[in-house]
């Protein structure tokens, strides 16, 4: 199976900073990524998909790049609302995994 | 509009088979770009993938679970359906169906989870 390792595994943050979240596969999985975010006592919501493909709705302070094992999912100027949990998920080979999450929260 | 909804047991006793029911709308399960996930979440824990099923029948299984995990759907009711076998309070968690691509295969659309305590 496909690990997959975030980091940092929580971050503090003040509204208007800018964070970079890591996510790194055991072997390569070309652009196979998605990001998600996650509140508490919510259901997961997807950012992004393939590594860089921005969802429909979601605001352009976020991005994500990265390919083979290495990704980041940036946040500029961080929004009280962008407080929460943040997943990778790759999608190369099954069984599927997810990262095992990255808690922004507010300094 | 694209919904999916979880139902099921709150409390199963250890030991016991779990089956949890996925109801979707605003899409197909015969729609061949699209399938089913599910996916739990222990309490203040990560995000665990289980599996999925596509419309043509095509399945996954994580592999720490593969031998107590069955995924299959009814098109016609818009159903997919979880069992899962011999359940352990360690199976205690928030358990999350969700839309699924084919091609690219990440979770687009998610229900709101349902609750699942394994005690006796």
């Known amino acids: 199976d496909i690990q997959m390792t975030q980091s940092p595994s929580s971050l503090s943050a003040s509204v208007g900073d800018s964070v970079t979240i890591t996510c790194r596969a055991s072997q390569s999985i070309t652009t196979y990524l998605h990001w998600y975010q996650q509140k508490p006592g919510k259901a997961p919501n997807l950012l992004i998909s393939l590594a860089s493909t921005l969802q429909s709705g979601v605001p352009s302070r976020f991005s994500g790049s990265g390919s083979g094992t290495d990704f980041t999912l940036s946040i500029n100027s961080l929004q009280p609302e962008d407080f929460a949990t943040y997943y990778c998920q790759q999608s190369y080979t099954t069984p599927l995994t997810f990262g095992g999450g990255t808690k922004v929260e507010i300094k | 509009q694209v919904t999916l909804k979880e139902s099921g047991p709150v409390l199963v006793k250890p030991t016991e088979t779990l089956t949890l029911t996925c109801t979707v709308s605003g899409f197909s399960l015969s729609d061949t770009t699209m399938g089913v996930t599910w996916i739990r979440q222990p309490p203040g824990k990560a995000l665990e993938w289980l599996a999925h099923?596509?419309?043509?029948?095509?399945?996954s299984y994580t592999t720490s679970l593969e031998r107590r995990l069955t995924i299959s759907k009814d098109t016609s009711k818009s159903q997919v359906v979880l069992t899962m076998t011999n359940m352990d309070p360690v199976d205690t968690a928030t358990y999350y169906c969700?839309?699924?691509?084919?091609?690219?295969?990440?979770?687009?659309?998610w229900g709101k989870g349902t609750t699942v305590t394994v005690s006796s």
């Open positions: 099923i596509f419309s043509n029948d095509e399945k």
């Open positions: 969700a839309r699924t691509t084919y091609f690219d295969i990440f979770m687009d659309v």
